[in-house]
């Protein structure tokens, strides 16, 4: 898979791609990521990539002509999905990330200031990403963030492939508690069921601690989901279901 970042400060991703997981997968050959300035695409002796909104108000706009310009060199088939990040796109999500990492070439492009001109959106956009309801000073850290959450789940990234599907959200669960040793801590002690080697208790307790876990923490979660007679029983008897 092929990622180029356009954007006005591309060096803030460099240290995060240079780590870790996103580091090991570009250094199996599962993922290129190539950033570029916009500013090398500017026309003018000042390098100027955003002006003065036409009708007045306050904030600069990102100038159509540099970013039409590097499409023309980074998307000259103009096959890639051309994804620009902004407050107003779709949420990001798990199911989001997954679809976007069976792609073979994503152009992420990065807004500042008060965006881009409409015509770029118009006409070279194909996907709009918000990563949620908040709003950064650009898009580099939502493209960061993209790039990781994609990174991470591509084939090989993960020492147990499997590990980043069976997380929260793949399973439409958040993730149950997890424990290491030792066994008591500060007078704390790990569930006597992680202990015990019975692996189909130890999944069913995962299981319900995940439930309650999401009924707790993000009930709008749960209603998406079909829940069994078992389980609502189970959210019922915690107290987390009239
Ligand atoms: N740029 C500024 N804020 C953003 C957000 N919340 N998501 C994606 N891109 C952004």
């Not at 997981?21 to 990539?49: F, G, M, P, Y």
Request: some cysteine; aromatic content about 6%; charged content about 25%.
């Amino acid at each position: 898979m092929r990622i180029d970042v356009l954007a006005l400060f591309p060096e803030i991703l460099a240290p995060a791609l240079n780590t870790g997981i996103l580091k090991r997968v570009q250094d199996a050959d599962k993922l290129a990521v190539k950033l570029h300035n916009l500013r090398e695409w500017a026309t003018d002796k000042h390098k100027s990539v955003d002006d003065y909104p036409y009708g007045g108000g306050a904030g600069m706009i990102l100038k159509p002509e540099p970013i039409f310009a590097a499409l023309e060199t980074l998307n000259p088939e103009t096959n890639a999905n051309v994804v620009y990040l902004t407050p107003q796109g779709t949420p990001l999500t798990q199911a989001v990330v997954e679809s976007l990492s069976l792609e073979k070439h994503l152009i992420l492009l990065c807004g500042r200031y008060k965006g881009v001109d409409e015509r770029v959106r118009h006409r070279l956009v194909t996907t709009e990403i918000s990563i949620g309801d908040y709003v950064l000073s650009g898009g580099e850290i939502a493209a960061l963030v993209l790039i990781d959450a994609i990174g991470r789940v591509l084939p090989g990234a993960l020492g147990d492939y499997e590990s980043a599907h069976v997380d929260s959200f793949s399973q439409e669960l958040l993730d149950h508690p997890h424990y290491t040793r030792p066994a008591t801590f500060a007078d704390l002690t790990v569930p006597d069921v992680l202990l015990s080697g019975h692996h189909e208790n130890i999944e069913k307790w995962r299981y319900v601690e995940a439930l309650k876990r999401t009924a707790a923490c993000r009930p709008d979660l749960l209603q998406r989901l079909e829940l069994s007679e078992e389980d609502i029983k189970i959210l019922r008897a915690a107290g987390l279901m009239e």
